[in-house]
């Protein structure tokens, strides 16, 4: 198991193209078996690439985007902030994280994951949350070797013809797994 140096950083509007290439390609391999083949094929860049610019833009700063470098390219990003579903349980979430397939497994998703728990301590927000198609398992086994609990499974209605589930994993105290000394 190779190990680079991730380079993460916070992401800017000019990532967002390459955010969209990861996005796009990250869910066509990942997802494959697991979505219709016509949802994934029908994905498109522009429309990611736009979605990604607002957010990354977005002056409320509702979210913070990171990405992974590798040879100057970017090979993955994630995004967090405040929990979503208004769950006492937990304060921040993990948005979504994403490497391409080439990237996996060589230290990038950890880098990205402690940057976005690191942010969210930042803000008083200590705990985190992440959703992931319960069917995913290499993504299963990477949150639970951080130390995310499972903690419950819900349906989720890509509003596309098709569902699927999702369970969430629950990091208590971000400060004492992901952000402590190693």
Same mark, same amino acid.
């Given at each position: 198991m190779q190990r680079n140096?991730? #380079?993460? &950083?916070?992401?800017?509007?000019?990532? %967002? @193209?390459?955010?969209?290439?990861v996005h796009l390609a990250s869910w066509r391999t990942?997802?494959?078996?697991?979505?219709?083949?016509?949802?994934?094929?029908?994905?498109?860049?522009?429309?990611?690439?736009? #979605?990604? &610019?607002?957010?990354?833009?977005?002056? %409320? @700063?509702?979210s913070t985007v990171f990405v992974a470098e590798e040879a100057a390219q970017v090979v993955g990003f994630a995004s967090c902030g405040r929990e979503r579903d208004g769950d006492p349980l937990y304060q921040g979430e993990l948005y979504a994280i994403y490497l391409v397939e080439e990237a996996q497994r060589r230290g990038y998703g950890?880098?990205?994951?402690r940057a976005c728990a690191a942010a969210l301590a930042e803000r008083g927000r200590t705990s985190m949350v992440i959703w992931v198609l319960r069917d995913n398992q290499p993504a299963r086994r990477f949150y639970e070797r951080l130390g995310g609990v499972c903690l419950r499974e819900r349906p989720l209605d890509f509003g596309a013809g098709f569902r699927a589930m999702e369970v969430s994993y629950l990091w208590e105290d971000v400060r004492d797994t992901l952000l402590a000394p190693t």
């Open positions: 140096a991730a #380079r993460v &950083r916070t992401a800017t509007p000019a990532d %967002a @193209a390459a955010i969209a290439r990942t997802y494959r078996g697991l979505m219709p083949r016509s949802f994934l094929d029908g994905m498109r860049l522009d429309d990611y690439t736009d #979605r990604w &610019r607002r957010i990354v833009m977005d002056p %409320a @700063a509702r950890r880098a990205l994951v």
